[in-house]
């Protein structure tokens, strides 16, 4: 019998592009199935970039969660290249110094919508992008 090892992909190489047709077709499956769920969060730019500013952070890693509120939300983190969340860095002070600083922990992101669902055909059989 033969040992098989089963290597991990990088943490930073995990993802890829699928094309518009795939995504429309994933958005859309799980929109019939969940017509009740949350249908989109937005998230910007600048958050991103603090968490993967971060010394050691190779990708994030998004929480199903309930805010303050109750509300559906997400709660995302850093991921160091092993994958474990980064809950601490580890600085250098001006002066030389090492500084421990917590890990970005981020929410409040937007949940976008209106009296239609942004993105959904009237007919909801159907999923559009909407492209800014």
Same mark, same amino acid.
């Given at each position: 019998m033969k040992n098989l090892t089963l290597e991990k992909p990088a $943490?930073? #190489? $995990?993802g890829e592009e699928i094309g518009l047709e795939l995504g429309n077709e994933m958005v859309s499956s799980y929109q019939i199935s969940n017509p009740n769920d949350v249908f989109a969060y937005e998230v910007g730019r600048d958050i991103i970039d603090q968490i993967l500013a971060q010394p050691g952070c190779h990708g994030l890693k998004f929480y199903n969660a309930y805010n303050e509120k109750g509300e559906k939300t997400l709660v995302y983190v850093g991921?160091? @290249? #092993? @994958?474990? &969340? $980064? &809950?601490e860095i580890s600085l250098v002070a001006a002066d030389g110094s090492f500084v421990q600083k917590k890990g970005i922990v981020a929410d409040r992101i937007r949940v976008p919508g209106g009296p239609v669902r942004e993105g959904i055909a009237e007919d909801a059989d159907s999923f559009i992008w909407t492209v800014d």
């Open positions: $943490i930073a #190489s $995990i991921l160091d @290249g #092993s @994958g474990k &969340t $980064i &809950t």
